[in-house]
């Protein structure tokens, strides 16, 4: 069999006016990216609205949610919200699911995280094939009968698993399309993700290469290679000590992730930006010319990644690094 091209996608924040996805999701499908994404991230608009948008503006990329999670958001509600974008786009959904950051700030326990993924895609296959037989869970079920009354597009869609840990990806080993890492530009974590995922795939007697890995991350890319670097070393500034521990094959400096970590919770994201190296910078972003940016984005692809997700910001501004991005680097990969 002959192997699967690697996919570009285009990762967005769910942070912009009505009309704007539209036009960006335009843009993207006519430069050729194959996926487009939103976040889940806690408090921005809910990513079924920009998706909806984008749906209707395009017909051949596949969209999704990266990540929706199951403590605020019921499955059945999952189940029927992937189950409309499936419809407004004609067959082209799939659903990312993900155990949800931050979620403290409101309220909200994650108690058997991945007990709870796992049967939240348990009840949302259940409900789009239809299946009107009950459904019983240590988490979630669904009582007999219970069934979406409305038409669905697929009695399927593809799932995408966002995970870091072995345990995660040993779930979307057993029952995942796709793992994303998300926050990693990182070659070196491919062959880590896929040991992990392996242990899962074995245990059901999975190929281990049905399981795409897909990597992501903030992405700036300006013709002023300088210039998109220094805004990139800000944007991972503030997520760097979330992502730093994850990653088994980075070693950062003694006190970096401290010290970045105090300025930013001072506010001051630039200054702590200007503190990272360009090589940790390289391991958990895209940045630069448009030469850069596809050289790093090219390593993955010789890694064996299934899809390289460009990630907000895009560029100095959304509309130019969108149009970068498609004119610029994605005719320099080879894939």
């Given at each position: 069999m002959p192997a699967?091209?690697?996919?570009?996608?285009?990762?967005?924040?769910?942070?912009?006016?009505?009309?704007?996805?539209?036009?960006?999701?335009?843009?993207a499908e006519a430069a050729g990216f194959d996926v487009l994404t939103v976040f889940g991230d806690l408090m921005y608009q809910p990513p079924i609205f920009p998706l909806l948008e984008m749906a209707g503006a395009t017909s051949r990329v596949r969209l999704g949610p990266a990540c929706l999670n199951p403590f605020s958001m019921a499955p059945y509600e999952i189940a029927g919200q992937i189950a409309a974008l499936d419809l407004a786009s004609h067959g082209r959904a799939y659903l990312g699911l993900a155990r949800g950051t931050w979620l403290g700030a409101v309220g909200l326990d994650q108690p058997r995280p991945l007990t709870a993924l796992e049967e939240t895609a348990a009840v949302v296959s259940h409900l789009l094939r239809g299946d009107p037989g009950a459904y019983a869970g240590r988490v979630f079920s669904l009582a007999a009968g219970t069934l979406l009354r409305y038409e669905r597009q697929r009695p399927a869609v593809p799932l995408l698993i966002g995970a870091w840990g072995a345990q995660g990806a040993a779930l979307a080993g057993r029952i995942a399309d796709e793992i994303k890492v998300g926050g990693s530009a990182n070659p070196?974590?491919?062959?880590?993700?896929?040991?992990?995922?392996?242990?899962?795939s074995d245990a059901v007697g999975r190929d281990v290469d049905e399981v795409g890995i897909v990597l992501g991350a903030v992405t700036v890319v300006d013709t002023d290679?300088?210039?998109?670097?220094?805004?990139?070393?800000?944007?991972?500034a503030m997520y760097l000590a979330v992502v730093a521990d994850l990653d088994?094959?980075?070693t950062l400096p003694d006190g970096l992730v401290a010290e970045?970590?105090?300025?930013?919770?001072?506010?001051?994201?630039?200054?702590?930006?200007?503190?990272?190296?360009?090589d940790v910078l390289d391991r958990f972003a895209f940045s630069g010319?448009?030469?850069?940016?596809?050289?790093?984005?090219?390593?993955?692809?010789?890694?064996?990644?299934?899809?390289?997700?460009?990630?907000?910001?895009?560029?100095?501004?959304d509309d130019r690094g969108v149009e970068l991005l498609g004119a610029e680097v994605l005719p320099l990969l080879s894939r």
């Open positions: 699967l091209r690697c996919e570009i996608g285009l990762g967005l924040q769910s942070d912009k006016p009505a009309g704007t996805y539209a036009r960006l999701a335009r843009s070196d974590m491919v062959p880590v993700i896929r040991s992990r995922v392996q242990v899962g290679g300088e210039a998109a670097r220094a805004k990139a070393r800000t944007e991972v088994p094959t980075v970045v970590g105090k300025l930013v919770a001072a506010g001051e994201d630039a200054a702590a930006g200007k503190l990272i190296p360009d010319t448009p030469e850069q940016v596809a050289a790093q984005a090219q390593k993955l692809i010789d890694a064996g990644v299934r899809r390289v997700e460009f990630g907000t910001p895009h560029g100095l501004t």
